[in-house]
């Protein structure tokens, strides 16, 4: 089984953005923490950050006969979107979106997802564990489907 992990802007500066809300972890921390956790249980996985939404939607379209799901962290694309969403749409691969923080208890801008539509399921606010939730959420969807 392979998963890609995708991640949008501004979390390449996870560690030290607003730790408060995302937490003191680097982007290459969990990283590695996902890459132990998938070995354990024999998922290849491979990840790609980008700040920019049309290089999301290549990496999105090329996962297609390449990946078996899509852990999708849109960042702040998530709410603006309809690129990301439509070639999730299109490509047909199962996706979980993810966040660190829990976007439904934050500005109001951030609790709506226009990718979450585009998805089997949406994880929200356990901080890195959202990650492995999502790696979880994933595998099992992939082995029962």
């Known amino acids: 089984m392979k998963i890609l992990v995708l991640n949008g802007p501004n979390l390449n500066l996870l560690g030290t953005r607003e730790p408060d809300k995302y937490g003191t972890q680097t982007l290459a921390d969990i990283e590695n923490f996902i890459k132990n956790e998938a070995s354990k249980i024999n998922v290849e996985i491979d990840f790609y950050q980008s700040n920019i939404e049309g290089e999301l939607v290549n990496k999105i379209q090329e996962a297609k006969g390449n990946f078996d799901g899509i ?37 109001d801008f951030r609790k709506v997802s226009l990718t979450a539509p585009a998805c089997i399921g949406q994880i929200t606010g356990f901080g890195t564990n959202s990650y492995k939730l999502g790696l979880i959420a994933i595998t099992d969807y992939l082995l029962k489907n």
Do not use: C, F, G, K
């Not at 979107?81 to 999730?88: C, G, K, T």
């Open 71 to 107: 852990i999708l962290n849109p960042a702040a694309y998530t709410h603006t979107s309809v690129a990301i969403r439509d070639a999730l749409l299109a490509v047909n691969i199962p996706t979980v979106e993810i966040h660190l923080s829990n976007i439904h208890t934050r500005e």
